[in-house]
């Protein structure tokens, strides 16, 4: 489980599961907007967490299925449209 603690209040602000199977968390980001994570594992998972409703969204293995050492948020490319940003 992936837990986010908030100092002003006691426990948890919210917590999220990672599925075993898919190996231990190594790395991960959180996206500038707040709203999401991503987390790689040691068996070559990237796993997608929308955090406002603490739900996993998607994942992908990497075809070497290796541990995954950093994920970071890409900034939007130029092709991308003005809708999506």
Known sequence: ?????DLRQRGDAWTVEAPPQR???VCM???SDGNW?????????ILVY???FHLQ???WRHPCKGHIF???EC???PFQSAASR
């Open 1 to 5: 489980s992936i837990h986010a603690h």
């Open 23 to 25: 190996g231990l968390p």
């Open 29 to 31: 980001c959180v996206g």
């Open 37 to 45: 994570l991503a987390l790689g594992t040691s068996r070559g998972y």
């Open 50 to 52: 929308d955090v406002r």
């Open 57 to 59: 969204v998607h994942w």
């Open 70 to 72: 950093s994920v970071a």
């Open 75 to 77: 900034p939007p490319g």
